[in-house]
T-cell receptor, first 116, second 111 residues
Framework: NAGVTQTPKFQVLKTGQSMTLQCAQD?????MYWYRQDPGMGLRLIYY???????DKGEVPNGYNVSRLNKREFSLRLESAAPSQTSVYFC???????????????FGDGTRLSIL | QKEVEQDPGPLSVPEGAIVSLNCTYS??????FMWYRQYSRKGPELLMY????GNKEDGRFTAQVDKSSKYISLFIRDSQPSDSATYLC???????????FGPGTRLSVLP
């Protein structure tokens, strides 16, 4: 049981380049999340998807777009990368009922992104 | 004032010690409280979760909530070197509304 899988694990981009971070979960969860983690800032929500076909902005959505491709997959796209987007990006998922409604339960191991 | 505060550490303790990790918060509407453990270069891993006030125990771990003081704690008994990690508290009001993570406390358990 893989849980939440993120690709790639590492990436270096130049300012202005674009890229898509991929995330897939195999737990049949409805809710999926993208976070970024920066030193001293904690984890901050970028985008959230409560179910296939729906997405909502989180705390820091500027410069990002997302696609909920199907129930399993939720991708994060940087259209024109900026040095301020250098961070570690985590995808998470959760069941959409009970205690875990709208709260991240399982995380992937992250994508470390550097933008020069 | 940040909504959730944690001492960043690092907190260093000898193997076998009892560890106390704490978070304070300002939003009195918070009812759901979680603790995650994050090893270096890994994603957060859910450790404990509670609702409202009181204690919850799971093996060597005890989560405690004091809503009157807006203070939550995670106790680790008989700490092991494998407990060395960053511990993140998280909380929310009604079903994930206002969900927020603390910045984390780095713990080092020395053999």
């Amino acid at each position: 049981n893989a849980g939440v899988t993120q690709t790639p694990k590492f990436q270096v981009l130049k300012t202005g380049q674009s890229m898509t971070l991929q995330c897939a979960q195999d737990m049949n969860h409805n809710s999926m999340y993208w976070y970024r983690q920066d030193p001293g800032m904690g984890l901050r929500l970028i985008y959230y998807s409560a179910s296939e076909g729906t997405t909502d902005k989180g705390e820091v959505p500027n410069g990002y777009n997302v696609s909920r491709l199907n129930k399993r997959e939720f991708s994060l796209r940087l259209e024109s990368a900026a040095p301020s987007q250098t961070s570690v990006y985590f995808c998470a998922s959760s069941a959409s009922r009970g205690y875990w409604r709208n709260q991240p339960q399982h995380f992937g191991d992250g994508t470390r992104l550097s933008i020069l | 004032q940040k909504e959730v505060e944690q001492d960043p550490g690092p907190l260093s303790v000898p193997e076998g010690a009892i560890v106390s990790l704490n978070c304070t918060y300002s939003n009195s509407a918070f009812q759901y409280f979680m603790w995650y453990r994050q090893y270096s270069r890994k994603g957060p891993e859910l450790l404990m979760y509670t609702y409202s006030s009181g204690n919850k125990e799971d093996g060597r771990f005890t989560a405690q909530v004091d809503k009157s003081s807006k203070y939550i704690s995670l106790f680790i008994r008989d700490s092991q070197p494998s407990d060395s990690a960053t511990y993140l508290c998280a909380m929310s009001s009604n079903y994930g509304q206002n969900f927020v993570f603390g910045p984390g406390t780095r713990l080092s358990v020395l053999p």
